[in-house]
């Protein structure tokens, strides 16, 4: 028998019969197994699991486990005595935590045969049982409502703690496991039979009586100050009438044991020192709640302030006993938990830890042979070098100090780097609390810093002067100098050691990273000026323009011969110049064109020049020298000549009448002498569309164009016809005119 509920925070609950009626021992051994309770997340994970353990032999077919929404719950089992006599035992539980326990007795009532929880939102339970009376023919139904603050009775039942909970663990079954494996299976219920039948209802003469008084909690300990592993005594003191069992909150780390005695003495013991407070509550019409703070001395069970030594002189050797104990009384009558040993001697000391007992250790501090010990003569170095410091070896520690310029502070060698003259000790520990001493003078030799600028750039032909300082007796330059200053004229990476007559050296490098080209600047050098025109004179892009008047514009505009010349500066402050010579003034170009025109509105005429220009741009867009125009109208050219000087003429086309129309020829004569060889009409007029069809007497088309400027030759296919009479068709249309159709005779002539 299994039971499926969805709690409130998503998870799923399983509770389940276990084999409790069995006790054999190669079933399951005591404390029998009763029942259990798997969770698992809306992914059917496995997060928790708990079983029902105590020592009765039940009759599981009456075992049943009823889990509220909120993880509450309330699990009943029978423990089957003989005949119609029996006991109902009922367990309150939430979360698995087991909060309430009861065992009903009953005597010739019937014998159980369903039970049922319905939960109350007071956190109480109902049982519903119906028990069953073969003797007699009769069903009694029993309401037993239970609540964490109901006291025990007779009528009710009585406390126990019979039942405990013990973690449940849960696996995977493999398929190794299985011979075979049926899905999608769906067992039927077992059959219900309804039936009507006469029920006289009795109500009992007598109804059990539930009592809640639950309003005091108090909390007392036979001590609030002792030691690991002895236990304390808890006492609740709570209404005599209240029935609810007091949960304790309390640090599970430092807790070794925690036992229930009765329903108001319990028994702590701590494994550690620990101090804090011990809560407890109640639930009644509210939750009650008292609390002890306990105080667990970490108590050491022994005492040792080390071996026999020696103290080397002018040592300090420190004897420790360490915190924890009540009570310290030294050799000397001190009270601390350490000594300071200066001189040879025996030094003892006597201790009481918080649980009262007695420790006591000796130590006998001798004299140490002397140590030889010596870092060497001062020493001289110049800035910026590095000298080792060495050590005696053979000593277990060393402390160096100070932590200026130096490679490490342990170790029996250094490397030290000071800027000023500084004095260098190191402490060294021949044997444990055994130390000497020693220090060494670093002598500084200091040479004047060389500082020859930031990295820099120039202009080409510039130069810059590089200088090392005074204070130095040599000079050794990168280039090979070996003077205090050198001039530098190209690029490149320069360096310059200076050395004192103490020997010192200083360094230092420049990079020249630049020597920028100037500017070269291009103006316009025509020496010839236009009449009436001007010349904008334009050098480039560049920081700073100055002209011979002065002005500072990026552009000069001239209109008059004469010198004109700039100098400009770029974005390096390097400078470029140019001069031009204006000499003469040129006329500009004119009367270039030809005299006024008319043209037939289907015609073309060619207009030029009568001079050669270097550039020409037409009225029309065009840059020829000569434009052809197929209608009337001003035509003006702009002429550039090759002083640069632009003129502009014009000259105007008139309309003229013209011929218009088809004219056809009669006879002509195809042998090849360059005289009416073709027979072709003439057309006047802009021609729109145009068919031109010959045919021979026999009505046969012996040649076809679509342009007017095409002829006939007097051959067909390749074949010369003879002189005969042939016909002519003409379908045209000319601008502003409908379509027409003329047709006519020619005769072939050889």
């Not at 496991?177 to 999608?184: E, L, N, P, V």
């Not at 140490?368 to 010990?373: E, K, L, N, T």
Request: net charge negative.
């Amino acid at each position: 028998d299994y039971r499926l509920q969805l709690l409130d925070n998503g998870d799923i609950a399983l509770s389940f019969r276990q084999f409790g009626q069995y006790s054999w021992s190669f079933v399951t051994p005591a404390p029998l197994y009763q029942g259990g309770v798997v969770i698992l997340d809306n992914n059917l994970n496995f997060k928790n699991g708990y079983c029902f353990r105590n020592n009765i032999e039940s009759n599981v077919a009456n075992s049943h486990i009823t889990i509220h929404p909120d993880g509450s719950g309330l699990f009943t089992m029978l423990n089957q005595l003989g005949g119609y006599s029996g006991e109902t035992y009922l367990t309150q539980f939430k979360d698995g935590v087991i909060l309430k326990q009861r065992v009903r007795s009953f005597s010739n009532e019937g014998y159980p045969l369903e039970n049922e929880s319905i939960p109350f939102d007071n956190g109480a339970d109902l049982l519903v049982q119906t028990v069953g009376d073969s003797i007699n023919n009769k069903t009694t139904i029993v309401f037993t409502k239970l609540h964490l603050t109901d006291t025990s009775s007779a009528c009710l039942g009585q406390e126990t703690n019979a039942t405990f909970i013990e973690p449940l663990h849960f696996g995977y079954e493999g398929y190794a496991y299985f011979d075979s494996i049926r899905t999608s299976l769906f067992l039927p219920r077992r059959p219900r039979t309804f039936f009507q039948a006469d029920i006289n209802l009795a109500k009992p003469t007598f109804l059990c009586n539930q009592t809640s008084v639950c309003d005091t909690l108090k909390l007392l300990s036979n001590t609030d100050t002792t030691c690991p592993q002895i236990p304390i005594i808890i006492n609740c003191r709570k209404n005599p009438l209240c029935g609810s069992i007091v949960q304790f909150n309390y640090d599970t780390t430092a807790v070794q044991s925690f036992s229930w005695m009765n329903d108001s003495t319990y028994q702590v013991v701590f494994r550690t020192g620990w101090r804090g407070y011990l809560r407890g509550s109640i639930p009644g019409c509210t939750i009650h709640t008292d609390s002890v703070l306990l105080t667990i001395l970490q108590a050491p069970a022994s005492l040792n302030i080390g071996p026999d030594t020696s103290i080397c002189p002018g040592n300090l050797l420190l004897l420790n006993a360490h915190a924890g104990y009540a009570s310290y009384l030294w050799q000397n009558g001190s009270t601390d938990s350490s000594f300071t040993v200066t001189n040879p001697g025996t030094y003892f000391v006597k201790v009481k830890n918080a649980c009262g007992d007695f420790f006591n250790d000796t130590v006998i501090v001798t004299s140490h042979a002397p140590i030889a010990f010596n870092l060497g003569n001062d020493t001289t170095i110049c800035n910026t070098e590095t000298v080792a410091i060495i050590a005696p070896t053979g000593f277990i520690s060393y402390q160096w100090s100070p932590a200026y310029n130096i490679s490490q502070t342990s170790g029996s060698s250094v490397n030290v780097s000071p800027a000023t003259s500084t004095y260098y000790s190191v402490k060294a520990e021949k044997t444990p609390g055994c130390f000497v001493y020693d220090s060494i003078k670093i002598n500084v030799k200091t040479s004047p810093p060389i500082q020859l600028g930031q990295d820099r750039s120039f202009c080409s032909g510039d130069s810059t002067l590089l200088n090392a300082g005074n204070g130095f007796t040599q000079y050794q330059w990168s280039n090979g100098n070996i003077t205090q200053q050198i001039h530098v004229l190209t690029k490149g990476d320069y360096s310059v050691i200076g050395i004192t007559s103490d020997g010192c050296r200083s360094y230092d490098t420049i990079s020249i990273v630049n020597v920028w080209s100037d500017p070269i600047v291009h103006l316009d050098h025509n020496p010839n000026l236009c009449i009436g025109s001007t010349r904008t004179l334009q050098p480039g892009n560049y920081a700073t323009y100055i002209w011979q008047d002065g002005s500072m514009l990026p552009t000069f505009t001239i209109s008059t011969p004469g010198n004109y010349y700039v100098t400009v500066t770029d974005d390096h402050q390097c400078q470029g110049s140019d001069t031009v010579h204006i000499l003469t003034l040129r006329p500009l170009p004119s009367k270039f064109l030809p005299v006024d025109t008319a043209i037939c509105y289907y015609d073309e005429i060619v207009l030029t020049t009568s001079q050669f220009f270097s550039s020409y741009v037409w009225s029309t867009g065009e840059t020829t020298a000569a434009v052809t125009i197929k209608q009337a109208g001003i035509y003006w050219l702009m002429a550039t000549d090759q002083y640069a000087c632009t003129g502009k003429d014009s000259v105007t086309v008139l309309p003229k009448e013209c011929m218009k129309g088809l004219y056809v020829p009669t006879a002509f004569s195809p042998n090849q002498d360059g005289k009416n060889d073709l027979f072709k009409p003439l057309i006047f007029g802009n021609v729109l569309y145009f068919e031109w069809t010959i045919y021979n007497r026999y009505g046969q088309a012996v040649f076809t164009a679509h342009n007017p400027t095409e002829g006939w030759d007097g051959n067909v296919k390749g074949v010369p016809q003879n002189p005969a009479g042939f016909i002519w068709k003409c379908r045209y249309q000319l601008e502003g005119e409908k379509m027409k159709f003329k047709s006519g005779s020619v005769v072939l002539v050889r």
